[in-house]
């Protein structure tokens, strides 16, 4: 047997693990590598097809899920580019012009859109002004779809013509709502929408337009990417790629809120199962010390000997990873089941990685966890068969720990979870463990005095907490992790969902009002009172763009393909404001009312992610370019801004004062609720010049992406929970061999079955008490550093966590009183003649 072949070594391995499959640490074994696996593969699922279905969501705000855009017509290269991957196109031409009926002239913007726009997203309509809409279609060869407001000012109605330069068009329906409108949020004029076909016969289009054309591609990621390579090295200064990445912060910061939080979850999830993988590991080592020497008797070598448990452990790994992957699987089912109503109808399937991810991580949790207590079966001296007295070599600690820190390094590298977020779990825990074990283990200590006038159910209780005090205060350590991890979770969830929830209330206003005339504000501000419409102050708006920064061309300092870069190749809206507004933090500097007397030139506050772009500091000069003027203004603050509150929003605000003479007009937004659609189109007519946007669209989007996280982050407690209870089981399976020998010799010296299960009452019930208290503490210390520097929240003690150390003590005192019952059962006689 000295030279064993592989195959036979195989065989072996496998025919002793089928002898062992009933043995208890097995099964937890087992157990807790399917919950890992499961955990790391529904998570991953869950995020990837999420993250996917997101990203066809924000996709139709663009109207495909690629865009080439510039001031001048595509190249032949560009879109025979796109065609020769399979990509699907549509082109549109966007401009001012004014269009004319009977009535009058009106200035307007014009889409030009060919029959397969758009590629994401349905158009909708209506057949009269405020009359039911439909999905689908778009204007035919000479017709035109326009919106009401436009209808209002020429004193149209559908049937009539309009004039669009050259070409009459016949008013055919009401443009009610378009997928990419976002991405000309301020057009202030009223919209024309027309087929392609009819642009040229207009005659508009001529050299020096200022002039938009999109090119809109759609297809699978690789064919995107294969085309954004060929592409963009070669764009004309003009032009630039869009996609979803250019979308709107609301949804990149509840999905990226979400994600942090599901991985957290997923690594508290993984860790926990992790430690019941080595418990379990330990104890199936520890038993099968006697089979090892032998087999080493036998002839097996140590490398054999030890490789054939190996080869136990990985054939059992593999098939918890396996079943484990499957049920991770079968578990995202089940939760995009619940989440049908929310997401689109079509969502990607998210391929094989997650599962194979899973199934990674799976393995090396246990590789990990368990190889370091298997090593010791590879030292095993074969005269243990006459000297059970005899131990093998402990492994190194450094082995031990090395691997652990290896694999959790190798699992947090998996989940790509942020360093900030690791230090601050990982660090809290460790000092909780380190300041409350040390705590704990003195409390024991002292404890002994205190029994010796203790009842007997007592003394027996709390007797096997203090005859090993150490391994006492590590099992309460092990079960306050559970507790902790538990704990963490659920308040995490339920105060970061308050605060996401928070971001988004439910009066967020739902209609931005903007071209507000200065003859119109305080009439249209009276009759939003008159309709009850909660509205947001009216601010004054005029276009300039950022020219020079400190006399320095601007295009010099900012980096290509930056923020900065796409906020000074556009005009910036323009405001001033006497007072800081809602949603605006000053990050440096000081407001108007507290800048230096005697400062002749005007004061600007730039936004803070803008000006980190621009490399601004305070007190720089800034030039703009506003209505062919030149103005000067000195940077006296940075503001962060609050982009999801739906408020009006600025990247420049200056002091009051700075801009007057030049035209400007007013934007504000409101809430109206439902119910309220005639009040919104009495304001429409009253005020026909005014652009009233409705964003109920972006807010439902947000509101199911807060709806999703909060049933997902409701859906990864269960995960936390079963590795929990693998933890749980696994620490009592470790010790169930000795409370088998000491339960047996009780009995035979007269302990009475009931005498023994209140004193195994008594052992768990403060056992879970000390772990939840110690869960307690711990918890408050890990949200204390998270809630400062991960979430950016306001930390507040929280009360409820007192009630853990009762918690604690029910549920570990029950789990632990089940989970020992067969050292009652056992019979005394057998038990101590097999000692």
Same mark, same amino acid.
């Given at each position: 047997?000295?030279?064993?072949?592989?195959?036979?070594?195989?065989?072996?391995?496998?025919?002793?693990?089928?002898?062992?499959?009933?043995?208890?640490?097995?099964?937890?074994?087992?157990?807790?590598?399917?919950?890992?696996?499961?955990?790391?593969?529904?998570?991953?699922?869950?995020?990837?097809?999420?993250?996917?279905?997101?990203?066809?969501?924000?996709?139709?705000?663009?109207?495909?899920?690629?865009?080439?855009?510039?001031?001048?017509?595509?190249?032949?290269?560009?879109?025979?580019?796109?065609?020769?991957?399979?990509?699907?196109?549509?082109?549109?031409?966007?401009?001012?012009?004014?269009?004319?009926?009977?009535?009058?002239?009106?200035?307007?913007?014009?889409?030009?859109?060919?029959?397969?726009?758009?590629?994401?997203?349905?158009?909708?309509?209506?057949?009269?002004?405020?009359?039911?809409?439909?999905?689908?279609?778009?204007?035919?060869?000479?017709?035109?779809?326009?919106?009401?407001?436009?209808?209002?000012?020429?004193?149209?109605?559908?049937?009539?013509?309009?004039?669009?330069?050259?070409?009459?068009?016949?008013?055919?329906?009401?443009?009610?709502?378009?997928?990419?409108?976002?991405?000309?949020?301020?057009?202030?004029?009223?919209?024309?929408?027309?087929?392609?076909?009819?642009?040229?016969?207009?005659?508009?289009?001529?050299?020096?337009?200022?002039?938009?054309?999109?090119?809109?591609?759609?297809?699978?990621?690789?064919?995107?990417?294969?085309?954004?390579?060929?592409?963009?090295?070669?764009?004309?200064?003009?032009?630039?790629?869009?996609?979803?990445?250019?979308?709107?912060?609301?949804?990149?910061?509840?999905?990226?809120?979400?994600?942090?939080?599901?991985?957290?979850?997923?690594?508290?999830?993984?860790?926990?199962?992790?430690?019941?993988?080595?418990?379990?590991?330990?104890?199936?080592?520890?038993?099968?010390?006697?089979?090892?020497?032998?087999?080493?008797?036998?002839?097996?070598?140590?490398?054999?000997?030890?490789?054939?448990?190996?080869?136990?452990?990985?054939?059992?790994?593999?098939?918890?990873?396996?079943?484990?992957?499957?049920?991770?699987?079968? +578990?995202? $089912?089940?939760?995009?089941? =619940? !989440?049908? &109503? #929310?997401?689109?109808?079509?969502?990607?399937? /998210? %391929? *094989?990685?997650?599962?194979?991810?899973?199934?990674?991580?799976?393995?090396?949790?246990?590789?990990?966890?368990?190889?370091?207590?298997?090593?010791?079966?590879?030292?095993?001296?074969?005269?243990?068969?006459?000297?059970?007295?005899?131990?093998?070599?402990?492994?190194?600690?450094?082995?031990?720990?090395?691997?652990?820190?290896?694999?959790?390094?190798?699992?947090?590298?998996?989940?790509?979870?942020?360093?900030?977020?690791?230090?601050?779990?990982?660090?809290?825990?460790?000092?909780? +463990?380190? $300041?409350?074990?040390?705590? =704990? !283990?003195? &409390? #024991?200590?002292?404890?002994?005095?205190?029994? /010796? %006038? *203790?009842?007997?159910?007592?003394?027996?209780?709390?007797?096997?907490?203090?005859?090993?005090?150490?391994?006492?205060?590590?099992?309460?350590?092990?079960?306050?992790?559970?507790?902790?991890?538990?704990?963490?979770?659920?308040?995490?969830?339920?105060?970061?969902?308050?605060?996401?929830?928070?971001?988004?209330?439910?009066?967020?206003?739902?209609?931005?009002?903007?071209?507000?005339?200065?003859?119109?504000?305080?009439?249209?501000?009276?009759?939003?009172?008159?309709?009850?419409?909660?509205?947001?102050?009216?601010?004054?708006?005029?276009?300039?763009? #950022?020219?020079?920064?400190?006399?320095?061309?601007?295009?010099?300092?900012?980096?290509?393909?930056?923020?900065?870069?796409?906020?000074?190749?556009?005009?910036?809206?323009?405001?001033?404001?006497?007072?800081?507004?809602?949603?605006?933090?000053?990050?440096?500097?000081?407001?108007?009312?507290?800048?230096?007397?005697?400062?002749?030139?005007?004061?600007?506050?730039?936004?803070?992610?803008?000006?980190?772009?621009?490399?601004?500091?305070?007190?720089?000069?800034?030039?703009?370019?506003?209505?062919?003027?030149?103005?000067?203004?000195?940077?006296?603050?940075?503001?962060?801004?609050?982009?999801?509150?739906?408020?009006?929003?600025?990247?420049?605000?200056?002091?009051?004062?700075?801009?007057?003479?030049?035209?400007?007009?007013?934007?504000?937004?409101?809430?109206?609720?439902?119910?309220?659609?005639?009040?919104?189109?009495?304001?429409?007519?009253?005020?026909?010049?005014?652009?009233?946007?409705?964003?109920?669209?972006?807010?439902?989007?947000?509101?199911?992406?807060?709806?999703?996280?909060?049933?997902?982050?409701?859906?990864?407690?269960?995960?936390?929970?079963?590795?929990?209870?693998?933890?749980?089981?696994?620490?009592?399976?470790?010790?169930?061999?000795?409370?088998?020998?000491?339960?047996?010799?009780?009995?035979?010296?007269?302990?009475?079955?009931?005498?023994?299960?209140?004193?195994?009452?008594?052992?768990?019930?403060?056992?879970?008490?000390?772990?939840?208290?110690?869960?307690?503490?711990?918890?408050?210390?890990?949200?204390?550093?998270?809630?400062?520097?991960?979430?950016?929240?306001?930390?507040?003690?929280?009360?409820?966590?007192?009630?853990?150390?009762?918690?604690?003590?029910?549920?570990?005192?029950?789990?632990?009183?089940?989970?020992?019952?067969?050292?009652?059962?056992?019979?005394?006689?057998?038990?101590?003649?097999?000692?």
């Amino acid at each position: 047997m000295k030279h064993m072949p592989l195959p036979r070594l195989c065989g072996l391995a496998f025919r002793q693990l089928l002898r062992d499959v009933r043995a208890s640490e097995v099964r937890v074994l087992f157990f807790a590598l399917v919950v890992a696996v499961a955990a790391s593969t529904a998570i991953g699922y869950f995020g990837a097809r999420l993250n996917g279905a997101m990203q066809l969501r924000a996709s139709e705000f663009l109207g495909a899920d690629l865009v080439l855009q510039g001031s001048a017509p595509a190249n032949d290269v560009q879109l025979s580019a796109g065609q020769a991957l399979g990509l699907r196109h549509a082109q549109v031409v966007e401009f001012t012009s004014v269009v004319g009926g009977d009535a009058g002239i009106q200035l307007s913007s014009i889409k030009a859109a060919d029959g397969a726009y758009p590629l994401r997203g349905q158009l909708r309509s209506a057949g009269a002004p405020y009359a039911e809409e439909s999905a689908g279609g778009g204007p035919a060869p000479g017709e035109a779809w326009v919106e009401p407001r436009l209808l209002a000012a020429l004193g149209l109605k559908i049937g009539d013509s309009i004039d669009v330069g050259m070409k009459t068009l016949s008013i055919s329906r009401v443009l009610t709502y378009e997928p990419d409108r976002a991405n000309n949020f301020y057009s202030l004029t009223p919209r024309l929408m027309m087929n392609l076909a009819d642009l040229q016969a207009t005659g508009v289009i001529q050299p020096g337009s200022r002039v938009t054309y999109r090119e809109l591609w759609r297809g699978d990621a690789q064919a995107l990417a294969r085309y954004r390579q060929t592409v963009e090295p070669n764009l004309a200064a003009s032009q630039r790629l869009l996609d979803t990445r250019d979308g709107n912060r609301q949804i990149g910061g509840a999905l990226g809120k979400a994600e942090r939080y599901l991985n957290m979850a997923s690594l508290v999830a993984v860790l926990l199962a992790g430690v019941a993988v080595a418990l379990s590991a330990s104890r199936y080592a520890a038993r099968r010390l006697d089979a090892s020497a032998l087999l080493r008797c036998l002839g097996l070598s140590r490398h054999q000997a030890l490789g054939l448990y190996c080869l136990q452990l990985a054939t059992l790994g593999l098939i918890a990873a396996l079943a484990g992957a499957v049920l991770g699987w079968l +578990a995202q $089912l089940g939760l995009f089941r =619940l !989440l049908h &109503g #929310l997401l689109p109808s079509v969502v990607p399937t /998210g %391929g *094989a990685l997650p599962a194979v991810a899973g199934i990674a991580t799976g393995l090396v949790a246990l590789a990990g966890f368990a190889l370091p207590p298997l090593a010791a079966l590879g030292q095993v001296p074969p005269l243990r068969v006459l000297r059970r007295d005899l131990l093998p070599i402990p492994p190194s600690s450094w082995l031990v720990y090395g691997a652990a820190l290896l694999a959790l390094g190798l699992i947090m590298w998996r989940l790509s979870l942020d360093l900030l977020l690791t230090f601050a779990l990982l660090g809290g825990g460790l000092i909780a +463990a380190l $300041l409350l074990g040390g705590l =704990l !283990l003195l &409390g #024991l200590r002292s404890l002994r005095r205190a029994l /010796g %006038g *203790a009842p007997l159910t007592w003394r027996l209780g709390l007797g096997q907490l203090l005859r090993h005090p150490t391994a006492a205060a590590g099992q309460a350590l092990a079960l306050g992790l559970i507790l902790l991890a538990m704990a963490l979770v659920a308040l995490l969830r339920a105060e970061l969902l308050d605060t996401w929830q928070a971001q988004l209330p439910k009066d967020a206003p739902n209609y931005f009002a903007l071209n507000i005339l200065p003859a119109d504000r305080e009439p249209f501000a009276q009759h939003l009172r008159g309709v009850n419409a909660s509205s947001a102050p009216l601010y004054p708006v005029t276009p300039g763009r #950022l020219i020079l920064i400190n006399d320095q061309p601007v295009q010099q300092i900012v980096s290509k393909e930056s923020a900065g870069e796409r906020a000074v190749q556009r005009d910036l809206s323009l405001t001033w404001a006497a007072d800081l507004p809602a949603g605006n933090t000053l990050s440096a500097g000081n407001w108007w009312g507290a800048l230096p007397v005697g400062d002749e030139i005007p004061g600007v506050s730039v936004e803070a992610e803008l000006a980190n772009s621009l490399k601004l500091k305070l007190d720089d000069l800034l030039t703009f370019d506003i209505g062919g003027e030149q103005r000067l203004a000195r940077v006296t603050s940075l503001r962060s801004v609050h982009w999801d509150s739906f408020q009006p929003n600025f990247y420049m605000i200056f002091q009051p004062g700075t801009l007057q003479g030049l035209p400007t007009t007013y934007l504000t937004s409101f809430y109206l609720a439902a119910g309220h659609d005639l009040d919104v189109v009495a304001l429409s007519r009253a005020f026909p010049a005014v652009t009233i946007l409705q964003v109920d669209a972006l807010l439902e989007q947000l509101r199911s992406i807060l709806a999703q996280v909060t049933l997902a982050v409701e859906y990864v407690l269960l995960f936390v929970l079963a590795a929990g209870l693998a933890v749980l089981f696994a620490g009592l399976q470790a010790t169930l061999d000795e409370r088998i020998r000491q339960g047996a010799l009780l009995r035979a010296l007269g302990a009475s079955r009931p005498l023994l299960v209140r004193a195994r009452r008594i052992e768990f019930g403060v056992l879970g008490a000390a772990s939840g208290t110690l869960a307690a503490l711990g918890c408050e210390l890990i949200t204390l550093v998270l809630y400062r520097y991960a979430f950016d929240l306001q930390w507040s003690p929280h009360l409820w966590l007192l009630a853990l150390p009762l918690l604690g003590a029910i549920l570990v005192g029950g789990a632990g009183t089940l989970g020992t019952r067969r050292a009652l059962n056992a019979s005394p006689l057998a038990v101590l003649r097999e000692t």
